[in-house]
T-cell receptor, first 119, second 116 residues
Framework: GAVVSQHPSWVICKSGTSVKIECRSL??????MFWYRQFPKQSLMLMAT?????????EQGVEKDKFLINHASLTLSTLTVTSAHPEDSSFYIC???????????????FGNGTRLTVT | AQKITQTQPGMFVQEKEAVTLDCTYD???????LFWYKQPSSGEMIFLIY??????QNATEGRYSLNFQKARKSANLVISASQLGDSAMYFC?????????????FGQGTRLTINP
């Protein structure tokens, strides 16, 4: 079945540094990927829609300059948290839909997530 | 306005019993899809079951079934014969429309605990 790989699975960084998270679709090409953030014991909140070859679409309230998204190929999207601060500590998870499946009822396939801790 | 509402923060069920997790939704789009995902403590999101707005029958996938009541805008997940491994967070999600990027909007989740 479709697999989405996310790396790293966890990362600890110092305040003020930048962190890059990769999301790869392993056996299908994804023109669109979605980035979610999940705080402890809370739901998944959509941050942005990553579009291959064009700019990402950010949800209201998400800082574009803080969360840089690059979708340079049909199998790779990256999320860079720039100048990270402790409040950015969260679980970040990417997802994509397999275009070979019907768009109407096909589920999003999720990566295993990245737990970011900013000290 | 909240589009997906899960009113049960936590549920405790005895092993082998059936459990119903509630989900109500709000949309004016006639075309939508409803999804249930399971999130164990490891964090991965596991797709369980899907219900389309035009589907005439309730969806079923093994021990999972969806009690879809369109007029009430509810899509409750029913897990039959619960197992210890069912303990996890469960999220209901909705996708509106059949065109475009079709992002998923998630409910708050329900933490299910199966007791031996």
């Amino acid at each position: 079945g479709a697999v989405v790989s996310q790396h790293p699975s966890w990362v600890i960084c110092k305040s003020g540094t930048s962190v890059k998270i990769e999301c790869r679709s392993l056996d299908f090409q994804a023109t669109t990927m979605f980035w979610y953030r999940q705080f402890p014991k809370q739901s998944l909140m959509l941050m942005a829609t990553s579009n291959e070859g064009s700019k990402a679409t950010y949800e209201q309230g998400v800082e574009k300059d803080k969360f840089l998204i690059n979708h340079a190929s049909l199998t790779l999207s990256t999320l860079t948290v720039t100048s990270a601060h402790p409040e950015d500590s969260s679980f970040y998870i990417c997802s994509a839909r397999d275009p070979r499946q019907s768009s109407y009822n096909s589920p999003l396939h999720f990566g295993n997530g990245t737990r970011l801790t900013v000290t | 306005a909240q589009k997906i509402t899960q009113t049960q923060p936590g549920m405790f069920v005895q092993e082998k019993e059936a459990v119903t997790l509630d989900c109500t939704y709000d949309t004016s789009d006639p075309s939508y899809g409803l999804f249930w995902y399971k999130q164990p403590s490891s964090g991965e999101m596991i797709f369980l079951i899907y219900q389309g707005s035009y589907d005439q029958q309730n969806a079923t996938e093994g021990r999972y079934s969806l009690n879809f009541q369109k007029a009430r805008k509810s899509a409750n997940l029913v897990i039959s014969a619960s197992q210890l491994g069912d303990s996890a967070m469960y999220f209901c999600a909705m996708r509106e429309g059949i065109q475009g990027a079709q992002k998923l909007v998630f409910g708050q989740g329900t933490r299910l605990t199966i007791n031996p």
